[in-house]
């Protein structure tokens, strides 16, 4: 297991940015593929944005493509969400997650084994 711990989230008017931190601590951060979900009210969880253990490959949900970007640090076992030209419904509590799995990447829950207690995001209009 992994213990993720999520930052950065807020309150910011539609248009604006704001940029989620998740760090990583328990095993080797570097081999594993991490990502990013959210769940709005009543919602179900969703797929934002993952990355695979060396940062090569990235994948994004087409609601947050060309806003948001997925980056990591494996020095600092930190990984990050940037979000740009942020909109009303992207208002939600947003989650960091660890593959099960050494060197997979995946876009489902299911490839994920550890998750974060999440970091709320609310974009006013």
């Known amino acids: 297991q992994v213990q993720l711990v999520e930052s950065g989230g807020g309150l910011v008017q539609a248009g604006g940015s704001l940029r989620l931190s998740c760090a990583a601590s328990g095993r080797t951060f570097s081999n594993y593929g991490m990502g990013w979900f959210r769940q709005a009210p009543g919602k179900e969880r969703e797929f934002v944005a993952s990355?695979?253990?060396?940062?090569?490959?990235?994948y994004y949900a087409d609601s947050v493509k060309g806003r948001f970007t997925i980056s990591r640090d494996n020095a600092k076992n930190t990984v990050y969400l940037q979000m740009n030209s942020l909109k009303p419904e992207d208002t939600a509590v947003y989650y960091c997650?660890?593959?099960?799995?050494?060197?997979?990447?995946?876009?489902?829950?299911?490839?994920?084994?550890?998750w974060g207690q999440g970091t709320q995001v609310t974009v006013s209009s």
């Open positions: 990355i695979s253990w060396s940062g090569g490959t990235t």
């Open positions: 997650a660890a593959s099960a799995t050494i060197r997979i990447i995946g876009t489902t829950p299911s490839v994920f084994g550890s």
